[in-house]
């Protein structure tokens, strides 16, 4: 029996689109990253206290539908067919086996599955297929999220009539940075995209992706755009890159830790009602960094032992770490009684 079974859709915390009141400078948001970094955490508390449970983290489960052979050229990803490394083109994935890992997905707790496509945009061919598995993993009773590249309004608009609740896509990195990552999708093709999944009235999941050899600045630039969207994203994962053997990316000087939790706490104020979700680059950190991202405000994760086609720890090592620090999953009763 799952545990979350007995607790309906309905009843997890689903946040509402707000609309931005200030529109973020660049400036001010490289002067949060600029705080003392005790300064920094106290604040991101603050805000996620003012607007969450600080004990409390959804789990989101990523299963790879399509794998590999991607023709965009995005520099950190194994999957881009530009890139020679160990991972295997795969055609879409038969619905049956996709419920089958949703099923498993809800026995381990998660309430979200996440579908990951390695495409530029979806083909019209492939749109009766996704939708029957967002109608398949719904009917299961998980919040479902797709990731499928760009989409056009039509696309957007067959991905809602089915059911779809989140759609993933990333603004990755800063505007002046971007073209030295990606070359083959513009930034304005990506919020082009987004606008599409906002108009259909899709919830959207929009983060991005640091340790690219960007700098302090770049970074800055990349949330002040996600916390400009108007509404903001109701989902922002924070990727640290996983440096995968093959890809342009694979010698990238690993980011100071210190850093990317001050991202994540720097999202966490300038997005105050966010899910800010702490997502690739978690099996690569030991659980102090980690125990530091949620207390700067990170309140989701992906769980499963696989991301896309890189490793994510263990369900049981998430689990183990969430008894040492008193966190439970969303939709889950706390083990101990928090006081009030
Ligand atoms: N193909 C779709 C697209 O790009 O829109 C969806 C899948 S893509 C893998 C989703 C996100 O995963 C990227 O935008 C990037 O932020 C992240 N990602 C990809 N490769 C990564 C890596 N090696 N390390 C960390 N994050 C990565
Ligand atoms: C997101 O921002 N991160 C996830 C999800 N959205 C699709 C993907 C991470 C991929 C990490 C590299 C891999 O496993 O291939
Ligand atoms: Fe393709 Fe997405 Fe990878 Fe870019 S990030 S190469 S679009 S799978």
Known sequence: MSIVASIPLSSLRRPAPVAKETRWAVADIAELFELPFMDLLYRAQQVHRTHFNANEVQLSTLLSIKTGGCSEDCGYCPQSAHHDTEVEADKLMQLEQVLAAARAAKEQGATRFCMGAAWRSPKERDMEKVTDMVQGVRALGLE????????????????????????????????DFYGQIISTRTYQDRLDTLSNVREAGINVCCGGIVGLGETREQRAGLIAELANLDPYPESVPINNL???????????????????????????????????????????????LQALCFAAGANSIFYGDQLLTTANPQAARDRALFARLGLHAQGERPAVQQPA
């Open 144 to 175: 479902t999220c797709m990731t499928l590249g760009m989409l056009d309004q039509g696309q957007a608009q067959q991905l809602k009539d089915a059911g779809l609740d989140y759609y993933n896509h990333n603004l990755d990195s800063a505007p």
């Open 242 to 288: 996983v440096a995968v053997p093959g890809t342009p990316l694979e010698g990238a000087e690993p980011l100071d830790p210190f850093e990317f939790v001050r991202t994540i706490a720097v999202a966490r104020i300038t997005m105050p009602t966010t899910m800010v979700r702490l997502s690739a680059g978690r099996e690569q950190m030991d659980e102090a």
